[in-house]
Structures are given as C-alpha cells and as structure tokens.
C-alpha cells in the first residue's frame, strides 16, 4: 500500500524559529513534492526533487529550503519562520517516468507565532 | 503561469443525483488529468486519473477528457452524504513532474 508520511500533524512554533518538517515514502519514488495549502490560494507548490541530492524550486520557494539526503527523505527547512508561513504542508512523491501521480502524506498544520 | 480553472462552489444536490464538476486548463500541451478528493482537514487522495479524450469510468465516478477544448469534468452518479468533500483538478506541467491544481470546487450532497 502506498505510504507517505509526514512527521507532524500539528506544530507550533515561535517567529524566527529555524523549522524541519520530515517527510518518508516507502514506495521507491524518485520525485518528491513540498506545498502549502492555504484558504482561497490552493496547492502551491513550494520545491520538489526528483532525484538524491537534486532540489528544484516551486512557485513560492522565498522562505524556504529543502534537503533530500536518501531517496526515501525529502525534508523542507523554513529558516527563520515568520507569521505569513502558517499553514498546512502537504507532502508528495510520485515515480520519475510515467504517468505522474501523486501520493500525497496526512499533512502537517504549522502555526508560527 | 499555466493555470487551471475550477468554479469554488458550493455545488449542492441532493442524495443519489448526478453532481457535475468541471475544470479547464491552459496549457496546451498537458498529458495527464487528475482529479483529487480532499475531505475537510484531511490530504487529498486521487480518484480519478485520464489521459485519452473520451470517458473513463470507476464505479460511480466518470471523468471525462475534451483536449480540443482544454477541459476535463468528472461525473458522480447516485451522489451520497459521503461524497461531500473538495474535489481538486490537477493537471500535468511539462517541466519535469509537476502539477497545477485547480483551488477545488466544493461538493454538498443532502441526504
């Protein structure tokens, strides 16, 4: 069965904060996704990697950074956390070849205060 | 900015009816088309996915694919109380495997 997982649920930290979110999947993926989800803007897609060691910026990456070590961790680092980056992180891995779907992880509700 | 479009809803109907949701796209060259089911305060998990014109059907759910047109719906037949939910069109960029997705459009079904 397919599993992403995402190593909070719920997180609340302090502004300038540096924040790790952990994300695994057991599927042997090669791309993995990081958005944010927010009221009236949708999914949007921060960074992704579609290898080991390899990151690509997304829509919004200003404020973030991303470290893909194994292929199975795809982590997203929030360096200095600010107000404006509460919201709910979705996590996602798909095969590199193929017809692209996406799994995506339960998510992580980050509140920033 | 490739974009796609989804009307946000609510749609309402009443239980065991048709519910009709669409999406249109502006990326000519897009290949692939999803259709996510994401319940309030939950991740999305695919229902659908399409990449011929023409109609795919699962269950109580069909997608349904116009490239020409540059969109794709989905049709769920004998709507239930359950299927209340946002329903997520994405579609595939070109640039390595990425997906835009519509902001989603707001199911409600009435017993």
């Known amino acids: 069965d397919v599993k992403v997982t995402q190593s909070s649920r719920y997180l609340v930290k302090r502004t300038g904060e540096k924040v790790f979110l952990e994300c695994v999947q057991d599927?042997?993926?090669?791309?993995m996704f990081w958005y944010r989800q927010d009221p009236g803007l949708g999914l949007r897609l921060i960074y992704f990697?579609?290898?080991?060691?390899?990151?690509e910026k997304g829509d919004i990456p200003e404020g973030y950074s991303v470290s893909r070590e194994k292929k199975e961790r795809f982590s997203l680092i929030l360096e200095s956390a600010s107000t404006n980056q509460t919201s709910m992180y979705l996590c996602?891995?798909?095969f590199g070849a193929g017809r692209n779907i996406q799994y995506f992880g339960a998510g992580t509700r980050l509140s920033v205060l | 900015q490739k974009e796609v479009e989804q009307n946000s809803g609510p749609l309402s109907v009443p239980e065991g009816a048709i519910a009709s949701l669409n999406c249109t796209y502006s990326d000519r060259g897009s290949q692939s088309f999803f259709w996510y089911r994401q319940y309030s305060g939950k991740s999305p998990e695919l229902i659908m996915s399409i990449y011929s014109n023409g109609d795919k059907e699962d269950g109580r759910f069909t997608a349904q694919l116009n490239k020409a047109s540059q969109y794709v719906s989905l049709l769920i037949r004998d709507s239930q109380p359950s299927d209340s939910a946002t329903y997520l069109c994405?579609?595939?960029?070109?640039?390595?495997?990425?997906?835009?997705f519509g902001k989603g459009t707001m199911l409600l079904v009435s017993p």
């Open positions: 599927m042997d993926h090669e791309n």
């Open positions: 996602a891995s798909s």
């Open positions: 990697s579609y290898d080991v060691k390899m990151k």
């Open positions: 994405a579609v595939n960029r070109q640039r390595y495997s990425t997906l835009t």
